[in-house]
């Protein structure tokens, strides 16, 4: 007998159908499985054969083939046990094939029939909406994030037996509630700015930062608060929107990190991954690709602290998608899409030792040490770091006020009307935010007097500023007069943005 079970496979960050057919029929007892499967889906068949004899079903005695269509897609991953075992019970009479074909089953087995969390429900159940599935069975952990959309019934199954006596109608599960998403939407970031004593100037700059999601580059001696003001930034962010919680959640959720009690990622994500990493740790890939730093850090905040510790070549590869605010990642088999829209943060000392700004004279490092120190960020990555401060070191005295300068909670506020302006000023457009601008927006947007004009023209020829290098100053400008709530980009903007450019002598 033929039956069929619905499952999927998961690339990257997106699902893909998979329709499980089963035939039980005469022959010797043979288990086979078709359609480019891995070795985990192979070893799929001792892990079934074991779970439907513990949970007292038996196993057919026959000819047993799978085929995991379409077949030129590679299957790997655990996923499809649960889709199997079903689909073996439909074409064995334990189960009517039409209700079995009806849901979507996601699901690895236990050798006692039980059902173990996997990776990429979320991405599953946005697919399972399309397909107009009636329903997704999942295994408990993965209930929250497959419900999180709301829009179709996810049931959080424990065991094999359970899902069986779902779709026989004997013992009906209770679809999962999706997470309560509004009741967090005002929360804020553990870490207070706060905390940060003195620094004004910094802060100042990471306001402007978050209100048009700029990257930013911190250059100061070592202790002088780089890396407490980076870990502070998304406590002044506006708080994620559910779209951007559903696509930041559909990352994790391919990457196994969502919380299994919410099923959704509810504050913006911040990664610091060590200078150590690989390639693949940071942008993405690997034999199957996955999600790297990058994307994880969508919507969110990436923070390289020890900028230049980074190897080169890696740094090198953020070009790209700081630009598109998208990764692609290219295989043999298959290119993968991972969304990239972050906010760069990163930290770094003005030379090897980290005191070649202290007038204490206490740097011993060899020009050519420096050169070479600064060398390893290259000339184009450089020029899309929009903000580029210098955090000077503390006095005893700030140090000592530490706590008595404004909240986070504050900063946010005019940081959340701030990008309320940027949406309605960007609205129909595929970008939200000021550091998104292309061209044309900026001509249209960034528009100023003939004072500004001047002022940006003598930045641009002392600082030798490239075209995206004024395209910057012209998107900080535009940043600087929205948290202002002033509809033109005047001459004291351009004079504010100006400052943000690291290295520069006074123009007035």
Known sequence: MLARSCCAAVIGVDAIAVTVEVDVGRGLPVFQIVGLPETAVRESRDRIRTALRNGGYGFPKGRITVNLSPADIRKEGTGFDLAIALGILAASGFLSPDVVASHLALGELSLDGRVNPVRGALAVAALADAAHIRGLLVPVSNAAEAAASGKIPAFGIKNLGEAVDHLAGRKRLEAREPFDFSCLTTSVWDADLKDVAGQEHAKRALEVAAAGSHNILMSGSPGSGKTMLARRLPGILPPLSFDEALETSRIYSAAG?????TGLVVTRPFRAPHHTISDAGLVGGGGHPRPGEISLAHHGVLFLDEFPEFRKSLLDMLRQPLEDRMLTVSRASCTVRF??????????????????????????????????????????????????????????????????????????????????????RFSGRPYVCNAAMDASAIREFCRTDHGGEKLLSRAAESLRLSARGVSRVLKIARTIADLEQSEYVTKNNLAEAVQYRRFHPDIS
């Open 339 to 424: 969304p990239a829209s972050i906010m760069l943060v990163a930290a770094m000392n003005p030379c090897p030792c980290g005191y070649a700004d202290e007038p204490d004279g206490r740097c011993r490092c060899a020009p050519s040490a420096v050169d070479r120190y600064r060398g390893k960020i290259s000339g184009p990555l450089m020029d899309r770091m929009d903000i580029q401060i210098e955090v000077p070191s503390l006095a005893y005295q700030d140090f000592r006020r530490a706590g008595e300068g404004e909240a986070s909670l504050r900063v946010r506020e005019r940081v959340v009307r701030a990008r309320a302006v940027q949406a309605e």
């Open 257 to 261: 990190l969502l919380d299994a009690s």
